[in-house]
């Protein structure tokens, strides 16, 4: 797995102080190109029923959204 530190989060609308854990691992996943829940579930390792949580903590964050059936960073 790829280091997910506090420098990938840089880019995303509210910064370090926003998102934290597996959500910046999450975000970080999404910063190069969009993927499915099930490509997020595959390589972050983390199980189905976090992962729909930490998405949707995401959303509610508005960092990142969904197009076309795969979530992408706003």
Same mark, same amino acid.
């Given at each position: 797995? *790829? @280091? +997910?530190?506090?420098?990938?989060?840089?880019?995303?609308?509210?910064?370090? @102080?926003?998102?934290?854990?597996? !959500?910046?691992?999450?975000?970080? &996943?999404?910063?190069? %190109?969009?993927?499915?829940? %099930? %490509?997020?579930?595959? !390589?972050?390792?983390? #199980? #189905?029923? *976090?992962?729909?949580?930490? /998405?949707? &903590?995401? !959303? /509610?964050?508005? !960092? /990142?959204?969904?197009?076309?059936?795969? +979530?992408? /960073?706003?």
């Amino acid at each position: 797995l *790829q @280091d +997910y530190s506090a420098q990938g989060a840089r880019n995303f609308k509210g910064g370090v @102080d926003n998102i934290v854990g597996d !959500e910046l691992k999450i975000a970080t &996943m999404l910063a190069n %190109e969009p993927k499915t829940v %099930e %490509e997020l579930i595959q !390589e972050s390792k983390i #199980a #189905a029923s *976090q992962m729909n949580i930490l /998405i949707s &903590m995401l !959303e /509610i964050k508005g !960092e /990142i959204h969904k197009i076309g059936g795969k +979530y992408t /960073i706003k």
